[in-house]
């Protein structure tokens, strides 16, 4: 999964592996990290944020271009955020409002 800056200021999905979960979509951004607002941070800074031994899983926050925000937990297995090879199972829920 690649990540980059939108002209808002948020960090988006660029592009994604055909294994990554369909939940998550090109144009989603992530708005927080395992509980941390990412907002106004860097690419760089949520990729380290989302990078991590595999088997271990991460809990995202993505913001859909509908304005819809969505809770997804990831389990890391195999490589890391940093990387479009990234393998993932996921599931998922819809976020309380405000998320």
Do not use: W, Y
Request: proline letters at 5%; a negative charge; one cysteine or more.
């Amino acid at each position: 999964m690649d990540l980059a800056m939108d002209e808002a200021g948020f960090v988006v999905i660029s592009s994604k592996d055909p294994r990554c979960p369909a939940i998550i979509e090109v144009g989603d951004a992530i708005v927080r990290v395992d509980g941390f607002d990412v907002r106004g941070m860097r690419a760089s800074e949520v990729r380290a944020l989302l990078a991590g031994p595999a088997r271990t899983q991460v809990e995202l926050h993505v913001r859909k271009p509908s304005m819809q925000t969505v809770q997804v937990t990831v389990e890391r297995l195999a490589g890391d955020f940093r990387t479009t090879n990234t393998a993932a199972s996921i599931s998922a829920r819809e976020a309380p409002a405000g998320g």
